[in-house]
């Protein structure tokens, strides 16, 4: 819709409010102009979206059910579009070649060696999928999770092999950068303290974080990201990328993790079964995990 300062195409604001609410104030749908006003080349739009949410009236001068008529009128309305291309596949690397090992509580989902991976990541492709997101599972794990930074790391392989294939360009690549996957204990990173004091030492991890972060960029990772939960993750993580010349690969950080059973089934893909990462983990609560986001 056409919005401009003239009284006609004022008009169109009108109408479009009123289909919600009956009466809305003169003053009000000029705030929604202003507030909503797009400019593409000289020309104003207003989506047709915002503007029932102005002009608050009660029932049954507004009835939200006018807007839910037909389903042109729920397409004019409607804000959220699902395609493939905003959807993320996980990928969950093993050693080997030609295994397709299936996941038990992820019908259809598969621990894959890089050669099926590749094959994989070709199906994608096709659907018009936007990216994928790798996991690893190493050869062998030790204290420091050093699997996740080394070069040759299973990620890191994974990654040279898919970037390596010219059909697979429309992928975007992103690593998961966690350590639980190669701790020898599942935990996030290098553990500090003894029996009930023992726990992951926050600030040792950060570099290491910040190493594989790297480590992914230079395999060819798009995106890296962080679903470690370690505070000063992100910070770390920025700095050494920007240093080592990455200073374009974005940082998807996972920033609010919850302490849920949901996570159950990600952990079988990963074949880890140890630590299960809850004093990690958020309790249930917005006010924690808008928290988690601001700190990220
Ligand atoms: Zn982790």
Do not use: W
Not at 13 to 34: E, G
Not at 213 to 236: E, F, H, K, L, T
Not at 241 to 266: N, R, V
């Amino acid at each position: 819709m056409v919005v401009a300062e003239d009284n006609q195409q004022e008009t169109v604001i009108t109408q479009i409010v009123s289909s919600s609410s009956a009466c809305v104030p003169r003053s009000n749908y000029k705030r929604i102009a202003t507030r909503n006003r797009l400019r593409f080349g000289g020309a104003c739009f207003l989506t047709v979206a915002e503007a029932p949410y102005n002009g608050a009236m009660h029932f049954p001068v507004t009835r939200l059910r006018r807007l839910r008529r037909t389903e042109a009128m729920r397409s004019l309305v409607r804000e959220t579009y699902l395609q493939p291309s905003q959807l993320i596949y996980p990928l969950f690397l093993c050693p080997g070649e030609g295994v397709r090992k299936p996941i038990g509580s992820m019908p259809g989902v598969f621990n894959l060696s890089i050669d099926e991976a590749v094959k994989e990541a070709a199906a994608c492709a096709r659907l018009g999928i936007g990216g994928l997101l790798l996991f690893g599972l190493p050869e062998a794990k030790d204290a420091s999770g050093s699997g996740a930074y080394a070069d040759d790391g299973i990620v890191q392989r994974g990654l040279r092999a898919l970037k390596a294939d010219a059909a697979l360009k429309s992928l975007v690549m992103i690593a998961d950068t966690c350590l639980c996957e190669y701790t020898s204990h599942g935990h996030c990173g290098p553990l500090a303290g003894e029996g009930a004091d023992c726990t992951v030492d926050n600030d040792a991890t950060l570099p290491l974080l910040a190493k594989t972060a790297v480590s992914q960029a230079q395999a060819g990772a798009d995106i890296v990201a962080p679903s470690d939960m370690m505070d000063g993750r992100v910070g770390a993580i920025r700095e050494a990328l920007d240093e080592a010349g990455f200073a374009e690969t974005p940082i998807l950080s996972y920033a609010a993790k919850f302490a849920s059973a949901f996570y159950g089934p990600f952990r079988e893909g990963r074949r880890f079964h140890t630590a299960d990462g809850r004093p990690s983990r958020l309790p249930d609560g917005l006010g924690e995990s808008a928290r988690s986001d601001a700190r990220d």
